[in-house]
């Protein structure tokens, strides 16, 4: 029997708008590089776990702007990189230039609160296990999830990233379950959906965009009122 449902946080319940790897994509056509939005979208976490290690190692946004922003190039380099374009120090800069002068809200999506509501109304215990460099209450509570959380568990606390165990373990520990207890809602599967089944909790991929037609191992939905109705 499920007892507690976790949940993914970044393009789970929440995403960037406007979209990140379109704003990445839009600043390379400025500059005469040609990617593609779809590969930047699949290179990005890689970023951000390269940004994440950096920050725990210390706080990028308290080192000397040069030191700051050489993390940042770095990002930049290490996005496009991934997404098969590999550029010089300087065009990073110039990318990073114009990336800056986007200002990115962070939103929920319109299924979030309303499968948030039904599942607290099943006296379920919910929480978040993310992969995030900095402390997210404060995030939490101006998107309005407070209400529906019991705990949130991130990387930048615990000192590791999904899929390694740790994190999961945190989140069993403070929901106070056992493994087979707990379900596991993410975007990913490498991070996700292996991640949690290597601790022992069961887990659903959300698949948003029909990424991941090839996924046959776990149930695969495409809202997460469809996990509702999965329960």
Request: glycine residues 6%; proline residues 5%.
């Amino acid at each position: 029997m499920i007892k507690a449902v976790c949940f993914d946080l970044y393009n789970t319940l929440a995403c960037f708008q406007p979209p990140r790897e379109e704003v990445y994509a839009s600043a390379c056509g400025e500059l005469g590089i040609e990617v593609e939005p779809k590969a930047l979208a699949e290179s990005l976490p890689e970023a951000d776990a390269f940004w994440r290690e950096e920050n725990l190692r210390s706080p990028v946004e308290k080192r000397p702007e040069e030191g700051k922003t050489a993390v940042y190039v770095e990002y930049t380099i290490r996005a496009l990189k991934g997404a098969g374009v590999k550029i010089s120090r300087e065009k990073a800069l110039q990318m990073l230039m114009k990336v800056q002068k986007v200002g990115f809200k962070f939103e929920l999506y319109d299924d979030s609160l309303p499968a948030l509501k039904l599942l607290k109304e099943r006296k379920l215990i919910l929480g978040l296990i993310s992969n995030v460099g900095m402390d997210i209450f404060s995030m939490c509570k101006d998107l309005g999830l407070e209400p529906y959380l019991d705990f949130r568990i991130t990387s930048f606390e615990v000192g590791c990233d999904k899929p390694q165990p740790g994190i999961f373990l945190a989140a069993l520990k403070e929901a106070q379950v056992k493994p087979e207890e707990a379900l596991y809602v993410g975007d990913q599967y490498d991070l996700d959906v292996v991640g949690a089944r290597g601790v022992g909790m069961k887990a659903v991929l959300l698949d948003r965009n029909d990424s991941f037609t090839s996924i046959g191992d776990c149930p695969r939905i495409h809202s997460l009122t469809e996990m509702v109705e999965y329960l």
